[in-house]
């Protein structure tokens, strides 16, 4: 689990990093727009996979509260996760009503007091939901930006910055970027939620994760794809399968997969397979499907 978290910020990290960098360039050449675009495209389908990740460990929470040796623990944290995503929900529909009413071009005059507002309260509203919550992520909850996120003044005055005198696409990519950190906070603490349960020895916590280290590649680049089960245990008999042929586990549980991607511009997917023994000792398969585009940056 730690390994594929890992995963997740390092891509994460990266595409921020870039997104911000273009977006705070005046250089508006199409290509640094190209390039903009497609990072934000980028950080639209990590939120998306962050969301399914937050889908699958809430529907394994409501399993858990049909068995007995778990309901009295899934009773307790799956409403809690239900309150996580509710909460992510409502902020980052916020964002979408802005982005798709370009509302943020009032941004170049006005100020940013209400989105700044509106994700503080959420900030707020996420660490409310259990005292074990915040005392976990009341440091290391991301809405922001690192930079602004770790000043202890003037945050409202340092996000105004980002949409001054910017272009549209960079308002956008920026914009994004705030959806993107709602959906990381939300997989980090709902995950959080389910481990909750694997502390009391009658419940271990299975959910399968099948993720990529880069969704928009060149043609031919390398893609690794990483997959396993959510809770890693030598007890836990699991085999991976990438495109039905079996990749061998790594010392932490984790399968990693390495292949080219295609030649041609375009979707494609890649079909994942893990298979493993519960326990009651019966076999299970879950399907997934890693989903990556190929898009010739420097050419466009």
Known sequence: ??????????????????????ASCS???????????????????SSKMLSASSADILTSLQNKL???????????????AQMIQAISTEAYNYIERIIKQKAFKKMFKDDTSNLYQRLVAYRTRLLQVDPRITKTFERSLRIF???????????KEMLKIYFSGVSIEASEAMLVKLQNNIRF??????????EQIATHPLCPVIYAIAIQNKSIVQPGEQIEVYAGLGRFSA?????????????????????????????????????VKIKYIDQDGKQQTIQKEIEYTVANIQKQ
């Open 66 to 80: 049909a068995d007995p040796s778990t309901s009295q623990f899934a009773k307790m944290w799956y409403p809690k």
């Open 145 to 155: 930006t690192s930079e602004i996120d770790s000043a202890n003044d003037n945050q």
């Open 185 to 194: 906070n939300e997989e980090r603490i709902t995950t959080f939620c389910h």
């Open 27 to 45: 250089d508006k050449s199409g290509k640094n727009l190209a390039i903009m675009k497609t990072l934000e495209e980028s950080l639209v389908t």
């Open 235 to 271: 007890d836990i008999k699991t085999e991976v399968f990438v495109y039905d042929n079996p990749v061998q586990l790594d010392g932490e549980a984790v399968a990693i997969y390495k292949l080219a991607a295609a030649s041609r511009p375009g979707k494609y997917y890649v079909p």
């Open 1 to 22: 689990m730690l390994l594929l978290h890992n995963t997740y910020r390092k891509v994460f990290s990266a595409s921020v990093f870039l997104i911000i960098f273009l």
